[in-house]
């Protein structure tokens, strides 16, 4: 399709409905094409998503809450309205420091990932 149109908060209620909640927080892939993912992840106060990366560099913009995410020995916090940007394979942790939400895009140079 030549474009998506996606109500971002119709969407964020549709996932917090849902039953299938893990380890405090529950995630909608939005859009996946082989070079660009856009997941939606709601997450509840004081749920941790443990240090990872991504082979793709990626974004971060909090819609709703406070986060807060450290990488490359800094400590970022992210309430609304913060966008952060990371580049390809930095490892990070991301804390919610209340019921928040976050929309969180890859992107990959040309490429699919390897998975």
């Known amino acids: 399709e030549p474009f998506m149109e996606i109500d971002l908060f119709a969407e964020l209620a549709r996932l917090r409905g849902e039953s299938n909640w893990s380890a405090g927080h529950n995630a909608r892939t939005l859009i996946k094409h082989p070079d660009l993912r856009v997941v939606l992840i709601a997450i509840d ?13 990626i974004s971060i913009q909090v819609l709703e809450g406070h986060v807060r995410l450290k990488a490359l020995g800094r400590t970022f916090s992210l309430r609304a309205g913060a966008l952060l940007a990371l580049d390809r394979d930095v490892a990070h ?10 929309l969180l895009t890859v992107a990959w140079a040309g490429h699919a ?3």
């Open 45 to 57: 106060a004081h749920a941790r998503l443990a240090e990872h990366k991504s082979g793709g560099r």
């Open 93 to 102: 942790d991301v804390e919610a420091l209340e019921d928040s939400a976050f």
């Open 113 to 115: 990932p390897a998975t």
